[in-house]
């Protein structure tokens, strides 16, 4: 199966740029839909962006987008999360999740997903 790495998380200031990146092994991650989700403290689980297998659509929550960027790198079989002009409420961990069988109408929901990272700390400062 998958596996999947997170890394690039850490400390920045409010309205700095932060880039994640979710590296794959164990199979192609081009085969797979692959989202970003954040849990905050206290908080559920959320989505945060996500890149269909099919067809490469996007898809963002509507608090990151035209922010947060995901793009895939198939060369080096991975998936980024460029996140720019970052507010204290993007505070959370980053988790990269993956799925082959996904279907759109399920990419935000992280019950889809059977494959996750084991998530990497992002914390935006004032």
């Known amino acids: 199966q998958v596996q999947l790495v997170e890394s690039g998380g850490g400390l920045v200031q409010a309205g700095g740029s932060l880039s994640l990146s979710c590296l794959a092994s164990?199979?192609?991650?081009?085969?797979?839909?692959v989202a970003w989700f954040r849990q905050a403290s206290g908080k559920e689980r959320e989505f945060v962006a996500g890149?269909?297998?099919?067809?490469?659509?996007?898809y963002y929550l509507d608090s990151v987008k035209g922010r947060f960027t995901i793009s895939r790198d198939n060369a080096k079989n991975a998936v980024y999360l460029k996140m720019n002009n970052l507010t204290l409420e993007d505070t959370a961990v980053y988790y990269c999740?993956?799925?082959?069988?996904?279907?759109?109408?399920?990419?935000?929901?992280?019950?889809?997903?059977?494959?996750w990272g084991q998530g990497t700390q992002v914390t935006v400062s004032s």
């Open positions: 890149v269909s297998r099919s067809d490469g659509y996007t």
């Open positions: 164990g199979r192609t991650l081009s085969a797979y839909s």
């Open positions: 999740a993956a799925d082959q069988g996904i279907i759109i109408s399920t990419i935000r929901s992280p019950e889809a997903y059977d494959y």
